[in-house]
């Protein structure tokens, strides 16, 4: 069942296209990543979903609620909850008020629990909060009525690597619960960690929809190798070969020869690395003729992927 449907949807302001032509549905119960970097269109398409913006074309519904259909998100705001970019609270008011505020228009049953988990500093005003303590707030007020649905707009923006690292065991847990939860993020690492699924966003445009095994399974893997000898410029080139770095050193030192075993043109190395996203079998095929000094072969990092639909040149 999906929980979020989006069609064909376009938003612009004047002569600005923000949004074109996105189309992707999140199902219940699952961790949907809407990645991108900054001015992708990401806030845009959320701000869409919950009707503070009417979209120029298409159509979104949320919890079988239509994005415009004010009457009806008002119905379907009571199973969701929303944390922005840069959430902002009344800086007079304490913690604790803001949290009571919150509570009493949309419920607080899990709000002890949540305290406890992120435990920003109640008694202070929010004017003394640092930024990491504000997110945390939201966070809090985004769970506490134990929504169905929770949208996140880069929610681990200030927060500490252990409190990131908190945050993302809750996220699993609350799927584990039957929570959705659809968040726009940049940061890969995060997204790598707990996303079922993952959209990716380029100028307004979707341009990847996938899971998130298949789109780790397309990083392809990382390969750095120094080879005996003087290896042929074209020798690794190939449509699933990315980022080809390739040097010729003088070398010839004893630890050289001796993991090598070598005998002709020993002085010299061929340092190479580069990522392939095709078959491994292929690439173990391709590396086997040659004798190395050292092999190095790892996963590459999802910012490979992520790049490689970016490319150099494009807007951040």
Known sequence: MSVVEVSNL??????????????????SGEV??????????????????????????????????????ESAMIDAKRSIGYL????????????????????????ESRRAELLALFDPPLSRP???????????????????????????????????????????????AERDRGTTVFFSSHVLSE???????????RNGRLVATEPIDVLLGASGKFVRARIVGRVPEGA????????????????????MLAAADADADTGVVT???????GDVNDLLAALEPYR???????????EEVFMRFYGEGDDA
Request: charged fraction near 20%; proline fraction near 5%; hydrophobic fraction near 40%.
């Open 10 to 27: 376009s938003k612009s302001f004047g002569t600005v296209q923000a949004v074109e032509d996105v189309s992707f549905s999140v199902e």
């Open 32 to 69: 949907f990543g809407f990645l991108g970097p900054n001015g992708a269109g990401k806030t845009t398409t959320i701000r869409t979903l919950l009707g503070f913006l009417s979209p120029t074309g298409g159509s979104a519904t949320v919890l079988g609620a239509d994005a415009t259909d």
């Open 84 to 107: 922005p970019a840069s959430p902002s609270f009344d800086e007079d008011a304490t913690g604790t008020e803001i949290l009571d505020l919150h509570g009493s228009i949309k419920g």
């Open 126 to 172: 929010v004017r003394a909060y640092s930024s990491g303590n504000v997110q945390k707030l939201g966070l809090i007020q985004a769970f506490m009525h134990d929504p169905d649905l929770v949208i996140l707009d880069e929610p681990t923006s200030g927060l500490d690597p252990l409190m990131q690292q908190r945050f993302n065991d809750f996220v699993r």
């Open 191 to 201: 997204v790598r960690q707990i996303c079922d699924r993952v959209g990716i966003l």
């Open 236 to 255: 690794f080139a190939g449509d699933h070969v990315h980022d080809l770095d390739r040097s010729v050193r003088e070398e010839g030192t004893a630890s």
């Open 271 to 277: 340092e190479v690395s580069f990522t392939y996203t």
């Open 292 to 302: 190395f000094v050292d092999l190095d072969l790892e996963e590459a990092p999802l």
